[in-house]
């Protein structure tokens, strides 16, 4: 442990904190060089409380301060890491900050479990310490991105006291639906890049972790583990969901339950976010059972929006409220508030409003018609079908050109009636639309340069509804039993699309891609490690989760008459 006073705050590092089980996590804690009690912000994770962003994510670092080099004023940057909070700036706002390396991670022995409810029970003894220490105020807040997101929803729902106000900053939730399996598909490619390079690196005892330069010391702690001793103390995050297809209570105990969430809080989301920054964030708003509760949706990178004016004034007035007392009017704050995008531009402007979704949209089905490679606003009578191999070119369906503008928001769904040559079939559903002239709207999204609009996922031997939390625009698939298809029969399947939002001109054309494999445009950018081609890194290629016996065949899309395939989109009316 060490401490050091600078300008404007005292520092102390490696401070034990002491678990109920007897075990010491280790954590980094900022104090206001003035002062004596203070509100405490707090974050619990496994990349490393002495792992500086500038370093573990170079290219990321880079990009922000190009791009935003105004960004954080009065701070030097100088004690960032990934996806957590500017102790410089928020100990200047009159707060504590803790950062804590969680169980396994970092300088925290232990088994490294990532989301597991030890880990959980660990965050909840934590905000109870930071709670009651004599330099607390008693009033302990959580903020941080992904990660340090979606853990805030677990934590919150075992109620810690001190607990009282949050922002989860694009941050995934239902550990099934939203980050490990899609639609029941594997998302093996997120989980493999992220656990090796983000969680296995720092896992306590790799000695070939990387230095803590505020340390001065490995940042994984002194102890040296051979590879095999790392690996039987972690719980591997893509071979355990590989085992485990079907929704079950390892899920379960790593998903937060709404109606024990009762802390105001923020809930950020990415209209970019597909495949992990987003589904959680709209779901939270709308079932937790908090009564303060508000939602923000922007576009962009996942790691950029944070530490932006706009959002660094929002955390600032949402917390003086909540965890100092202050009237500043908070409460009277509208409980959604969005970003509109637009083609081709990043100029956004904002709306407001209470509900989400918005009460002025307008479910519109757009009808399918398979031989006319066409979505039709007008029912469609005359039966079509159309086979595509599920590996090869996906089957493209077109909108008219808009005779007028049009503003989507909120979620999608597809129905649609196919058969398959095999007893399975993956489909995998993307929208887009495009120009007059063809030039596609994309945006920056989490993740990728060029995300489009929206994408849905579903195994069809997945396809049973539950029928008391499905929604017309939202089934929700229960993923407990398996369906499988007889090859060449007909079968109906409603397909979750996740939330988009964009203001179309007239003349613009709306495109479904129906797929059996991920979206891709055929023309890939490298970006670091990754393959940029529309999804980033979330990719569901797997061979024993997709074997090609069982999802390589022949997928038929059939329209028309009763088989009425269409895709139902919220149309907001003026």
Known sequence: MSEATEE?????????????????LRADIFKPAEGDRFPVLISLGPYGKGYKW????TPSWKSFWAKHPDALPGSTHAHLIWECVDPEVWTDFGYSTIRIDSRGAGRSPGVLDTFGPREVQDYYNAIEWAGTQPWSNGNVGIAGISYFAMNQWLVASLQPPHLKAMIAWEGSADFYRDTTRHGGILSNGFLRYWYDKQVALLQHGNPKGPEDP?????????????????????????????????D???????????????????????????????????????????????LEIHPGKHEEAFYLDYAVELQKRFFDHYLKGIDNGWEKEERV?????????????????????????????????????????????SKSQVTFDALGAPL??????????IEIAGPLAARLFISSTTTDADIFLTLQAFSPSGEEVDFQGSHDPHTPLAQGWLRASHRKLDPERSKPHQPYHTHDEHWPLEPGKVTEVHIEIWQTGIVLPPGYTLALQVSGHDFERGKPIVGGEMVLDGVGPFRHTHPVDRPIEKFGGKTTIHSGGDHCSYLLVPIVSV
């Not at 705050?9 to 109920?20: A, S, W, Y």
């Not at 102890?223 to 079907?246: C, G, I, T, Y």
């Open 8 to 24: 404007r705050m005292i520092v102390e590092r490696d401070v034990p904190i002491l678990m109920d089980d007897g075990l010491e």
């Open 248 to 294: 079950c209570e390892w899920y379960r105990e790593r998903s937060p339950v709404w109606s024990k969430i009762k802390v105001p809080f923020v809930s950020a989301a990415n209209w970019g976010g597909m495949g992990l920054h987003q589904r959680g964030n709209f779901t939270a708003f709308e079932e937790a059972a908090s009564s303060d509760k508000w």
């Open 337 to 381: 508030r969005m970003k509109i995008r637009q083609p081709f531009t990043e100029d956004f402007h904002e709306r407001r409003a209470d509900i989400w979704p918005l009460p002025q949209v307008k479910w519109t089905q757009l009808h399918i018609s398979v031989g006319d490679r066409a979505l039709a606003w007008e029912a469609v009578s």
């Open 396 to 405: 493209i369906l077109k909108s008219q050109p808009l005779a007028e503008e």
């Open 54 to 57: 500038e370093v573990g994510w």
């Open 214 to 246: 505020w340390l001065g010391a490995r940042s994984t702690g002194p102890l040296e583990l051979s590879e095999l001793e790392l690996q039987k103390n972690r719980v591997d995050a893509v071979e355990a969901p590989l085992r485990m297809e079907w």
